[in-house]
Every structure is written in structure tokens, then in C-alpha cells.
């Protein structure tokens, strides 16, 4: 009878169930809702509970409880805790429940978070979950891709699922497991394609295996971009060596925790392959050794202060049956960070720097600092609305937010300062300019190829960004973009000088925008003017390009990046921000100009990367411009003229005067077999056949051909196309 009596107590004991916020479908908790303690019981009973809840980032506790409360068998018992301290952040609770004479415990997390208002965004990705709670901690969180294996079973039905939930698929494919990868991509792409964000491919440094796949993806319609897998940068450049910049736009990088030195090294092999702008994404588990929230924070930020895109991590960080640490302190940052974009480091002491992110004429400062503790003094200048938090974005109190600096207290736990206008995002543009100056002026083949002008000037904005010649300084580099342009497509800069010289000085002109905004200085041209000048230049190189896709990669590439800048300098002015956004519109009207030249290029890897001729040691890299700031005169305002017409002229002259004897034509833009071949009124077969060439084969600008036009000349109304008939007759 007694033992009988034991096990009824151990039953009762057992059928004891603690959750935490059974109202959520997550444990986080708002904070301005009470936690809810769910109690269910098999018997009936009477429980008096005791709670203690302790933050992750604070050494007091909270403790308290209730009680006794009645359990009836089968049910289920809530209590609201409405003295819980409402501060975000992760939370530990130890609840202990006394009934009929025993104990039962159980140790629970839970997270303290805004209620949602806008939709925050981070810059991450990870392995799709099966869990459904796992799907909604990253929603949460403002995660919006997730990443599928394309081998994977039940895939298509997990991409309809999750793109109904409103996810955008990162969908890897790896040629080494899946021998019908191209048909496999195909199809993928055919059935899934608009609800992909990316395609990662690893082809194992097999570049006609990329290829493939590309053109698999390409011709189901999908347009997602596609990015190459790679474990290393040396894997990368090979891969880059064998013409696998054809078949992506961007690479994902294999790494914990990528070095900076490895993502420079990344991003200059791309562009001493032609492409600019080139997308670096990175996966791994998000840090390196222990994991915590704190350092998945840092190394984000890390990673987007060096130009990576998305950052991939492991979702167990955020949530493994339990919801983690992590989902706090990456919640806190989205908060934060959404929006957002990096401009540079303020140099806080010497031992503690911040990146700083901003949009329009907002930013925000983060701050964190490993071992011991300062105190650091922040230059504010005129900012205002300035808001403190913590890492998880509790506010901290600021004693007088019109003073000129602030003093913060910098320990291991991000800060996160924001402010609207001031002299933050300017400093730190400052640095940001220095740097990129520095690796300008000291790149050896930057020294001997370019213009002596062009590296003098960015040597002296080095030495002093922003300085009282700083518009000066602005305008003479931002001229130098449709000269380089020029001279690499001319052949006078081999590819693997231009392109990372015109990157190079790319970032660095943006760099130097945001320092315009903090000088103050406003340009003299009215923005709506440069956009127009803008527009005129995309419209000249949209009406007067033709010929294949590859022949205009370079082109294409450059009009979209025009586009983004257009856009970007609209936005900066409705924020506030005038200066910085007439300086992006410069920026664009220069790149615009490039277009021009952007035009006469063949595919990239046809481009000249063999030594050219020596440029010369001084002059401009373009032609004389106007002066003035920003303004350009009424008849500057077309685009350039076309440096190919007198090779046209001459060529149209010699057909005029042909006879039996064999001509020479010189390739110019818009020119293929069959449109020289009517040309010179031959068949197309006959101009394959004199110049060793076969049928589809690419020419070359400035490539000369061999012509035997028939003994007769054309009659005079029956004269050779011209260039525009020729360009009427491909839009056709």
C-alpha cells in the first residue's frame, strides 16, 4: 500500500510541464508584455511556484513567485509575472514548482524584444530549417534568404513552402555529388526561378563546368545571380584565370571568420579580370572558437566594413530547440544596423576604432572593445537626435544631448550611437579616404601606368582629405573615369591595371562624397541638371549599342551601376543630405561618360592584358572639361562623339573606290561578317574565308581585315550602309 502510494507521488511529479510564453509562438517576450508561466498537471493538485529570471548581461536577478494556485488534471494554468523588469535581452529562469509534497524544476531562456514596428533586415543567410520555430526565430530576426542543397530531397516542395512564407531560396549546387548538374540546374531554374535570390555553384576549379551550368540557368529564364564557390582566394583566381567571371557576378568564400586580407585579395582578382564591382559573399558558421552573441555581432560588422554582401552562419547559434543568445543581440542590431550602409571607421583612441553606417543623413556608430574597459570620448559637431543603446538596443541615458562630444563607457558588449547629421559619418569618411588614397599611391603598377596627375592628386588626398582644396580634388579625380575607360579599350592600360585603377578610384570618389556633405560646401549645378546630363548619356549608349551580349558586358555592367548611383543620389536628397547627393550625381554624370567607350569594348576576354604602350608620364587621362562645379556648358551636354567614325569614313571611302585590288577594313563598333560583307558588296563566306576566320567567331575593335571587293564599283545611288542604317538593321 505504501509503495502503491510512492509511485502516484512520482507519477504526480513526473506529469508536471513548465513553458514559458505559451502565447508566442516563440519565447520572446515584448517589452511591454508580462511573461506568461504555463503550468499542466495529470493530477489534481495545488503548485506554489518560484521563479528566478537572471539577464545574460547583468549581474542582479530578479526573483519571485506565487502561489499556492490549484491544477486540475488535464488542464492547463497561466499566470502573467508583470514585475518581470521589462530591460531587452536574453534571460535565464530557474522555476520551481512545489506540488503534493514534491519539487519539480526546470531552467528555461527566454528574450526580452521590441515589438515589431518596421521591418528590420540583416545582412544574413543559413541553412534552411526543417523546424518551423527555427523558420520564425529567423523571421524574426529580419532574415529573409535561406540556403537550399540542390541535392537535397523533397527540395521543390521546401522552396514552395518557404517562398510562400515569404523567403527568398539561395539555392548551392555541387558538381562533385551530382553528375546531371547542368540538366538539374535547368530545370531548377525553369520551375523555381523568381523565387531564387542566388545561385551558389562549386565547380571545383572547373570552369567549363560553371560555364555549363550558367548557361543552363540563362536559357530557363532565370536571371538570379549566380556566384561561385570558392575555399580559398587562390582557389578564386584560378578559377578567374580560366574565364569563370563569364558565368558569375560574385563568389561565396568559405570561412568561419575571412581575414581582410583574403576578401582584398578576392575582390582585386575579379577586377584584374575585368569586373568591377564583383559581389563577395561568405559562409560559414558566423565566428571563429567560441561562439557567442557578442562576437557574431562583431564579425558581421567586420565582414560588411569590408565589402561582403551577406554573411552565412549556422542556425544553431540562434536557435537549437532552444531559442539562443544569439537571436538577442542580432535582434538588437537589426534595430540598428537595417538600411543601412558602412562609410568608414572613426578613429576613437588608439586602441579602439568604430565602423559607421549610415543612410541619408542619418548613422549609427557601433562600439565595443576587448579586455579592459575606457572611457571614449565621441566628436559629435552639430549631430542631433541622438539615441544610445546597448547591445540590445535598451537605451542608455544621455546627460546633455547638445554638447559638442560624448563620452561613452567601451567595454567587450557592442554600443550602438546614432545621430542625424553632426561630424561622425564625415571623420569617418576622413579615414576611409586616407586608406583607399594610401593604396592608390602606393600600388607599383598604379605608379609607372597612370598619369602623373592623376596620382599626384591622389597623394594630396591623402595627405589631407576634405581640405580647403577638396572640390578641386573631387572634380579632377572623378574626370579621370571616362579617360581610363578610354585608354584601356584602346589598348594603351592592360586590363589588370585599368579595371582595379578604376575601381580603386571608384571607392574612393564615393568615400570623398560623404566628406563634400561635411565640408558643407554646396555645388554650383542644380542636381536635377546633373541627373538630366545622367539620363542623356544612358539614353545615347542604350540607342547606339548592338551586337552580342558578350560584346557589351563592360557597357551593360557600367549602366546599371549609373542606375544604383542615380538612385542613391535621389534618396540622399530626400533624406537631407543635398551635398553628398549632388556629389553621387557627379559621380554618375562622369561614369556616364565612360559609356562612350564602354561601348567599343569586345567580350572580356578578348581584352588586351599584355603590356601596351607607355602612357605617357604627364597630360589628362580625357579631354579638357569644364571647370566650374560640377557645371558643364550647353554644348558638352551630348555624349562624346565616336572615335570610331574616321576608321568608317575610311573604310566607306575605300569601298567607294574599290577595284580588284584587296582593301584593307578596320573593325569598328557595331561591324560582324555579314554587315562588312554588304559593306563592301562581297558575301560573308568570302570575308570568313580571306581572313582565316569562322563563322560566330567575335571581332575585334580595331581589327584589321583583308577585302577583295569585286573589279566594278558601286553605283552611286546604291551606296554602302551607313553606321546608323547598320544599327537600324540589328534593332530589327
Known sequence: MTAAFAFCCLAALASIEIELAPDQPLPAVYVDDPLIIELRSAEDTQAVVKVRAQAAHRADA??????????????????????????????????????????????????????????????????????????????????????????QPELEQRLTQTARAGFKAVLFLDTATMENAVERAQALAKDFGASLARWEIDAHDDAERLTAISKAIRSAGCVAPISSASASPAAFQALMERQAGRAASGTVLFSD??????????????????????????LGRGVSGEASGPRLVQQLLRNLAN????????????????????????????????????????????????????????????????????????????AHDLRLTDAFNNPIPIENPSQESLTI?????????????????????????????????????????????????????????????????????????PGLEQQWHAGQLPRPVAVPAIACLARLVRALCTVEEDRGQPFLDPLQDTLARCKEFQSSYLTGSGGSETAHERGDWLLDEIRGLLDEAESLSTSGAKIEAAAVATLAEWRARSLEFAALQGPLSDTLTTDPPPVPASGPVTSPEPAAQGNVDPADKQAPADKGKKAEKDA??????????????TVVNGDNPSVIAKKYGVSTEDVLRWNDL???????????????????????????????????????
Open 694 to 732: 569562322k563563322k560566330g567567331q567575335t571581332l575585334h575593335l580595331g581589327q584589321t581585315l583583308i577585302i577583295q571587293p569585286p573589279a566594278k564599283k558601286q553605283e552611286q545611288d546604291d551606296p554602302p550602309p551607313t553606321n546608323k542604317a547598320r544599327k537600324k538593321q540589328k534593332r530589327k
Open 409 to 481: 563607457s567601451v567595454d567587450a558588449l557592442p554600443k550602438y550611437l546614432s545621430g542625424v547629421g553632426g561630424s561622425v559619418p564625415g571623420r569617418a569618411a576622413r579615414n576611409r579616404v586616407r586608406q583607399l588614397a594610401a593604396d592608390f599611391s602606393g600600388n607599383p603598377e598604379f605608379q609607372k601606368r597612370l598619369p602623373q596627375e592623376l596620382m599626384a592628386t591622389v597623394a594630396a588626398v591623402a595627405s589631407k582629405p576634405g581640405g580647403d582644396t577638396g572640390r578641386d580634388q573631387f572634380l579632377n579625380l572623378v574626370r579621370n573615369f
Open 62 to 151: 530578479y526573483e519571485g513567485g506565487y502561489g499556492p494556485v490549484p491544477l486540475h488534471a488535464g488542464g492547463s494554468h497561466w499566470h502573467a509575472l508583470k514585475d518581470l523588469p521589462a530591460e531587452r535581452g536574453y534571460y535565464t529562469a530557474q522555476v520551481s514548482v512545489e506540488a503534493g509534497g514534491a519539487v519539480t524544476e526546470k531552467t528555461l531562456h527566454f528574450c526580452r524584444m521590441d515589438r515589431s514596428a518596421a521591418p528590420s533586415t540583416l545582412p544574413l543567410y543559413t541553412a534552411a530549417p526543417e523546424d518551423r520555430r527555427a523558420l520564425l526565430a529567423l523571421s524574426a530576426l529580419g532574415i529573409r534568404h535561406l540556403r537550399f542543397d540542390a541535392s
Open 307 to 382: 565589402g561582403v554582401s551577406q554573411t552565412g552562419f549556422d542556425t544553431a547559434l540562434v536557435i537549437d530547440g532552444e531559442i539562443g543568445e544569439s537571436f538577442s543581440y542580432l535582434n538588437g542590431l537589426a534595430r540598428r544596423l537595417s538600411g543601412t550602409a558602412f562609410c568608414g571607421v572613426l578613429d576613437v583612441s588608439d586602441d579602439l576604432t568604430g565602423p559607421v553606417f549610415e543612410k541619408g543623413d542619418a548613422w549609427m556608430l557601433a562600439l565595443w572593445k576587448e579586455g579592459t574597459a575606457l572611457e571614449a570620448v565621441i566628436p559629435l559637431g552639430a
Open 257 to 282: 571568420a575571412p581575414a581582410e586580407a583574403d576578401l582584398a585579395a578576392i575582390r582585386r582578382a575579379a577586377e584584374e579580370a575585368g569586373h568591377e564591382g564583383w559581389e563577395i559573399q561568405v
Open 652 to 665: 566607306e571611302k575605300a569601298s567607294a573606290n574599290a577595284d580588284s585590288k584587296a582593301v584593307t577594313h
